[in-house]
């Protein structure tokens, strides 16, 4: 590899050759180069099974007894990416967050098999964006451009295998999943986007085999739940049937409720289960930003059938928020305290001026997109007055970020822990409020990166 940790391989290679037990264990370690924090999180299934901690070189390293083979997740800040882990790998990570996928180099036995997946993954990220283009093709021509994808890919699998020893069975399935995913969602967009390419009333009809695939498909693959393409091909696959049952049946045309339908009819894994319809009813609750609400019938579907309490109790906090600040309503004060420790009030900062205020959350958003879009934004609109408000506990975690240096500190904040703020930041997502010069809200409820964003920017500056 052209990376090397040499000092954590050493004691890797150290402990696996001292160890009575090397046959039972597995190591997984690496260095973060230019690092959000000071740790690395090790999930299985979305669930954290580990907190590595950095060192001093921001290196990290742990060992497993008796890890089941499988697919595992690390993540880092916001990023994250997997590993594909069998009894007695040693893996080795080396990445740079400032290209956090396209700078991962894998090191140690067990290697090889990440070091496909990384390229398969960044492969088919390239591809499908140049696949877009074909959607107004018909139907013969889009499944021609799919068949030469699909044995593109197998070619390169077969030539990986060729030179592996010894590929295990779940591996295999894992990279049949990789490779032909995302080639399938694909074809379930394609009926939609084929009509919106031609400005057809309705979807074009395909021939019987062209959804052939979906006989060889589970929608309960336990161990591929956290796997990206299986995840997005399973969305992409209900939200076909959405869209279907609502050509077939015009009384079922809310999208919302027809997905949330298709989903408890479909997923029997409860947690998957769960996940998706909280999911679409939040995607649901952002798409009608304006009006700030959750359609009533499409809420009552979502708790009747969701288990999960915290899911539950998240979504009654997001729509109880929105409730909190209305438009065309003028917005109430709230307490605010500067990287200096000053402490003022909301309405002295933008008293007089159209303002945008956007509460942001490093849990929900990387500083390289804050800085990004913030710098984006105000240089375009260079009349309103942007204000920032972190909803982490405190600014160590973004003070000694480079590039927040990026910003300007004097229009970026926190709550004082009695600011009435908190009372509609409680499902703890990221919202944006846009007041104009009155001190009236013109919209109580967006987001950063809304598709609607700049239009609900140039109502604000014509009120």
């Known amino acids: 590899m052209k990376y090397i940790v040499s000092s954590i391989l050493t004691l890797l290679i150290f402990s696996c050759n001292s160890s009575k037990n090397n046959d039972v264990t597995t190591y997984f370690g690496g260095q973060i180069i230019n690092p959000k924090s000071n740790f690395v999180l090790f999930l299985k299934n979305d669930k954290i099974i580990d907190t590595l901690t950095l060192d001093s070189q921001n290196r990290f390293i742990n060992s497993y007894k008796s890890l089941n083979e499988g697919l595992y997740t690390f993540k880092h800040g916001i990023e994250f990416q997997y590993v594909y882990l069998e009894p007695k790998d040693s893996i080795l990570i080396r990445l740079n967050t400032w290209d956090f996928d396209e700078s991962i180099v894998y090191s140690g036995n067990g290697s090889s098999k990440n070091e ?16 877009y283009k074909y959607f107004s093709l018909n139907e013969k021509d889009f499944q021609f451009k799919i068949d030469s994808l699909a ?72 161990n591929l739940l956290s796997f990206y393409p299986y995840r997005n091909y399973v969305i992409n696959y209900l939200y076909n049937l959405s869209y279907q049952t609502k050509e077939k049946d015009s009384s079922k045309n809310n999208i919302t409720i027809n997905i949330l339908n298709s989903i408890i009819e479909n997923v029997e894994l409860e947690e998957f289960k769960n996940i998706l319809l909280k999911g679409i009813v939040v995607e649901d609750f952002l798409k009608s930003e304006s009006t700030c609400s959750i359609n009533q019938e499409t809420l009552n579907v979502f708790i009747e059938n969701c288990t999960d309490e915290e899911y539950v109790s998240q979504v009654k906090n997001l729509v109880n928020d929105s409730k909190f600040v209305l438009n065309n309503k003028p917005l109430n004060n709230f307490e605010i305290e500067s990287y200096k420790g000053e402490i003022s009030n909301i309405s002295d900062v933008i008293k007089d001026k159209n303002a945008v205020v956007y509460f942001w959350s490093a849990e929900y958003m990387s500083f390289d997109y804050l800085v990004k879009r913030i710098r984006y934004l105000e240089k375009n609109n260079p009349e309103m007055l942007f204000i920032g408000i972190n909803m982490n506990p405190g600014f160590q975690d973004i003070a000694t970020e480079p590039n927040l240096n990026l910003l300007n500190l004097s229009k970026q904040y926190k709550l004082t822990n009695d600011s009435y703020a908190h009372q509609y930041l409680t499902s703890r997502y990221p919202r944006t409020i846009m007041i104009n010069k009155e001190g009236i809200v013109s919209n109580g409820f967006t987001y950063l990166d809304s598709p609607k964003f700049s239009s609900e920017l140039i109502k604000l500056q014509l009120n």
Not at 116 to 131: G, R, S, Y
Not at 175 to 180: M, P, S, V
């Open 151 to 222: 044995l593109e890919r197998e070619n390169i699998y077969n030539e990986f295998t060729t030179n592996q020893l010894n590929v295990s069975d779940g591996f295999k399935k894992l990279t049949n999943t990789a490779i032909h995913y995302p080639l399938y969602r694909l074809k379930e967009i394609y009926p939609y986007y084929y009509k919106k390419a031609h400005k057809l009333s309705k979807f074009p009809k395909v021939s019987e085999n062209f959804y052939n695939y979906r006989k060889s498909i589970n929608l309960n693959e336990d």
């Open 116 to 131: 496909f997946l990384i390229n398969l993954f960044l492969q088919n990220e390239k591809e499908e964006k140049a696949m």
